[in-house]
């Protein structure tokens, strides 16, 4: 449970993400808190507009418009890349939504198929309006697509949630198709690359510890088959996060490595699926999994490199899982893992 973040630490979070701000007159103040509380906040919220022009698209947002008054975000996302700050504090954004999706942001988990509207999203969400007529041919530029991960990083960072915290419209209303144009998990995947970077590490913990671990028992990938490397050499651990169960090799800690495979009777253009997947500390069940990254074999047998970054925090430990989807089983002969941890 987390209550929002005061409106001068707002604007502090997102400059420090390296943001152009362009603060209108009043936004501390503009909001709709006389109908209801905001908060306690658990995530993030993306929309798109269906407005052309900054201008006009940050007036509506900010004034709202016939049976639904302003401010209709906390920030409007141009397609100059620029955050407009127009309100902050209870705003008509989210609406109604599934509890099931809340339960999910809550618990960092993907989010359920939204079924129901039986919950005040406006209460639990900071809101981003991003301009576009989302129509689905309108672009997103590449400086506004960046600015909306640096915006959601910015809020993940400030109350230490990860990017599963951000959600689109579509996610959490039935019907709503927002925003149109971009896979929110594309969009999470790159809020969570950019909050294992700087400035999330922790700046007491300014120098990292080495990891290098490898694999040399082979492991067979049946097709369809998630399973985890367990690491049985180890190089290097000067963070002591390679525990004696094997598998998981960070603990606590924001994590940014490379993994490399070795497979034996792999095909060039063999597809093997990458992912990072979190356990219960002291060796429970696995708790969540993360969207995977895609690598194909070569003519060597090998594979290309794949990064392996992130945060996990003190209740649960990273590990990385692997799978396939071919015809045949294959097998990889070797895994490495180095990389670079910053403990929390």
Not at 27 to 38: A, C, L, T
Not at 310 to 333: E, W
Request: charge should be negative.
């Amino acid at each position: 449970m987390a209550a929002p973040a005061t409106a001068d630490k707002f604007l502090q979070a997102l400059r420090a993400e390296g943001l152009t701000v362009i603060e209108h007159g009043g936004w501390r103040d503009h909001n709709r808190d006389h109908i209801g509380p905001w908060g306690p906040v658990h995530g993030v919220m993306i929309h798109h507009t269906v407005t052309r022009g900054h201008e006009h698209t940050v007036d509506i947002c900010r004034r709202g418009y016939d049976g639904l008054p302003g401010p209709l975000c906390h920030g409007v996302i141009c397609k100059q890349g620029h955050v407009h700050l127009i309100g902050y504090g209870r705003a008509n954004h989210a609406g109604l939504g599934d509890d099931d999706v809340l339960r999910a942001v809550i618990n960092e988990t993907s989010p359920p198929a939204d079924n129901e509207a039986n919950t005040d999203g406006n209460r639990h969400f900071y809101g981003f309006e991003c301009e576009n007529l989302g129509d689905g041919d309108d672009p997103w530029p590449a400086v506004q697509l960046d600015a909306i991960e640096r915006a959601a990083a910015a809020v993940c960072r400030h109350h230490r949630w990860s990017e599963r915290s951000v959600i689109g419209h579509l996610e959490w209303q039935p019907g709503k198709v927002d925003p149109r144009g971009f896979t929110m998990d594309s969009m999470r995947n790159r809020i969570r690359s950019r909050l294992a970077d700087t400035p999330g590490r922790p700046e007491e913990e300014d120098v990292p510890k080495y990891l290098s671990l490898g694999m040399t028992d082979p492991l067979t990938l049946q097709p369809g088959q998630w399973k985890t490397i367990a690491w049985n050499e180890e190089y290097a651990d000067q963070a002591d996060n390679h525990f004696e169960v094997g598998q998981t090799f960070a603990h606590n800690a924001h994590y940014n490595g490379l993994l490399t495979l070795v497979g034996e009777g792999v095909a060039r253009g063999d597809e093997v699926q990458v992912r990072i997947a979190e356990d219960e500390d002291g060796g429970g069940p696995t708790v969540r999994t993360f969207d995977p990254i895609e690598v194909v074999g070569t003519s060597g047998g090998t594979y290309g490199g794949v990064p392996v970054l992130g945060v996990v925090g003190a209740g649960t430990r990273a590990k990385i899982q692997l799978c396939h989807f071919g015809p045949s089983p294959i097998t990889i002969a070797r895994a490495a893992l180095r990389a670079h941890v910053w403990p929390l």
